[in-house]
């Protein structure tokens, strides 16, 4: 058994634990392994050494002895010569003589040994260069491979630029001939334009010709007429029948044209809702997807609103007498994720973003898709009809912003506008002047003839949101970073004033928006909260707080005594003045 520990417990000691028996043997074989450990190495040196040194110490015991007889013999060789009586031998001298070859035989050897050991050491030195020799030119060998490898591959890459750089040659050439054509066909085009504009000139003017001719013989064949005022125009008024044909086709394409522009802007015009209130009480809540809302878009005339998320899922709600909402119809058709959605100025046709890259626009009356947009190449975040729901505007993750006729379904115009966009505003209704907010911080202020923007606007933080008053005079943009609103006066071009609350945090897809009379912008925010602002007062007016989690959307009706909020886990609220 080992000791005890040290605090006199009988618990054996540690080293006892680990190794077993007394510390004494647990050293001496630690002792031993590390001696075999270190010896090893070397056990034929020292075995040759040892063997050297006891053979040297062979011949020095011999020296000594030869030494030691050496002495006597001299010593009998001085008591010999002191004695004259005495006289040496021949054999005496023999061995006198062979003992002195002898000594000088034992002394070679010794000088032999001690060169012997030194050209061991040596060979062993010679050795050790041979073997680092041999690695040495196994490395060389094994470099020389590689570099073999490597010239190899370098000839290949010469090969392949050389047909790369002859496949660029050729297509350069195909590109000029391309070109060469493109601009002979253009020329050609050019000119049957203008041989066209030019045979059609020549055709009005003898179209006019002969209705002048007409009308002189009309006048020439009954001159009474015009001199007893039956047929008497008002003065100034053109009496030929040309002239009165085109005066009365002209008013009448501009009384049409009045006409339409005051039937679309009826069209257009909300229901008369008068000064907009701040709900207070959520009158429903609807379980309205199986995942995640992002958007939410109300008609014009208010009597629907349509949403949409990460079902891929565009559901329509009747929303004639809220507080009571019915699900009227499902859209279904896209592949992915519904980002942003807009309802035509008839109720006619929804239109959606998707993060399939496609827009797809919808016919209410049988929930088809009446056509699909392809052109993105990434995540759609924004989609606004106008021009009297003739055209479609998309903004994109691409960078881009697209024009869509919805009639032919073909793109009118893309704008690279250098940064992701995140959403859009039409400020006028022939869409000359489109505002889109990005993720560069940026709004920026484009004629839908143009390729780049007008003029921009520096913001404090990625802005997630665009908003357009009724009234068209001002903007309320959302920015993430510094989740604040900014209140935008488009007269002015610059921002007159900063939403901000304590708690409010914005998400990536988080919408602002006016109430029907510009008086109040509301937002939602991460926490489950909704936050609203007076733009008269530019202060907060209440915060009100029913969800369970994030607010991405807040939209008010159109008559602008209720709201409804989408709350990113699949339902939306319907907020009212009553309980």
């Known amino acids: 058994m080992g000791e005890n520990s040290k605090d006199g417990s009988n618990q054996p000691a540690t080293w006892e634990i680990v190794y077993g028996g007394t510390w004494s043997n647990v050293f001496q074989e630690k002792l031993r392994e590390r001696n075999t450990r270190e010896i090893e190495p070397y056990r034929d040196f020292f075995n040759n050494f040892a063997v050297l040194y006891g053979t040297l110490d062979q011949y020095c015991g011999k020296i000594k002895k030869l030494d030691y007889e050496n002495l006597k013999r001299q010593e009998d060789i001085k008591t010999i010569i002191n004695d004259p009586g005495q006289s040496l ?45 041999v690695e040495l030119e196994e490395r060389c060998h094994r470099l020389d491979q590689e570099n073999g490898i490597l010239k190899d591959e370098l000839t290949t890459l010469h090969l392949m630029y050389k047909k790369l750089e002859e496949d660029n040659r050729k297509l350069g050439f195909e590109n000029t001939q391309m070109l060469e054509k493109i601009l002979l066909h253009k020329k050609e085009e050019v000119d049957m334009v203008n041989m066209h504009n030019e045979t059609m000139k020549k055709l009005k003017e003898h179209h006019m010709f002969y209705e002048l001719e007409s009308a002189r013989r009309e006048e020439s064949i009954s001159p009474e007429a015009s001199i007893s005022g039956t047929n008497a125009q008002p003065a100034g008024r053109p009496t030929s029948g040309l002239f009165s044909r085109l005066f009365r086709n002209k008013t009448e394409s501009e009384c049409e044209d009045q006409d339409s522009r005051i039937s679309a802007s009826n069209s257009r015009c909300r229901l008369n809702s008068g000064p907009a209130i701040i709900p ?84 209410v009356a049988g929930s088809q898709v009446r056509s699909t947009f392809n052109g993105h190449d990434n995540k759609i975040y924004a989609v606004k009809f106008y021009n009297h729901s003739q055209r479609l505007v998309s903004g994109s993750h691409d960078r881009t912003l697209r024009l869509w006729d919805v009639k032919s379904s073909k793109n009118i115009r893309t704008i690279f506008a250098r940064s992701s966009c995140h959403d859009l505003a039409v400020l006028s209704e022939t869409g000359t002047s489109i505002v889109s907010g990005h993720f560069d911080k940026r709004l920026r202020f484009w004629d839908e003839r ?121 339902k939306f609220f319907v907020w009212t003045d009553t309980p």
């Open 89 to 133: 031998t021949e054999n005496d001298k023999n061995f006198l003589s062979l003992q002195q070859e002898n000594i000088q035989l034992l002394r070679q050897n010794e000088t032999t040994q001690k060169e012997m050991l030194r050209v061991q050491m040596r060979l062993r030195e010679v050795a050790k260069k041979d073997m680092q020799i």
């Open 280 to 363: 207070s009480h959520v009158s429903e809540k609807m379980d309205a997807h199986s995942s995640e809302l992002y958007s939410l878009a109300f008609s014009y005339q208010g009597t629907m609103f349509a949403t949409g998320g990460a079902d891929k899922a565009v559901h329509l709600w009747k929303s004639t007498n809220l507080p009571g909402v019915q699900k009227i119809g499902t859209l279904s058709g896209s592949t992915a994720g519904i980002m942003s959605i807009d309802i035509d100025e008839r109720d006619q046709y929804v239109v959606a973003g998707s993060n399939d890259s496609a827009v797809r626009v919808w016919q």
């Open 450 to 570: 143009q390729d780049t923007s007008s003029h921009e606007m520096l913001l404090e933080g990625r802005i997630t949101s665009v908003d357009l008053s009724f009234c068209g005079k001002f903007l309320a943009c959302s920015c993430k970073d510094a989740s604040a609103i900014k209140f935008i006066d488009l007269k002015l071009n610059q921002a007159i004033a900063t939403f901000t609350a304590e708690g409010l945090r914005m998400g990536e897809h988080t919408r602002c928006s006016f109430s029907p009379d510009g008086q109040y912008i509301a937002v939602g925010s991460t926490d489950g909260n909704i936050f609203v602002w007076n733009t008269r007062t530019l202060k907060r007016e209440e915060t009100t707080r029913q969800h369970t989690s994030a607010v991405p959307v807040v939209k008010w009706h159109p008559l602008g005594q209720s709201f409804v909020s989408l709350e990113k886990n699949k």
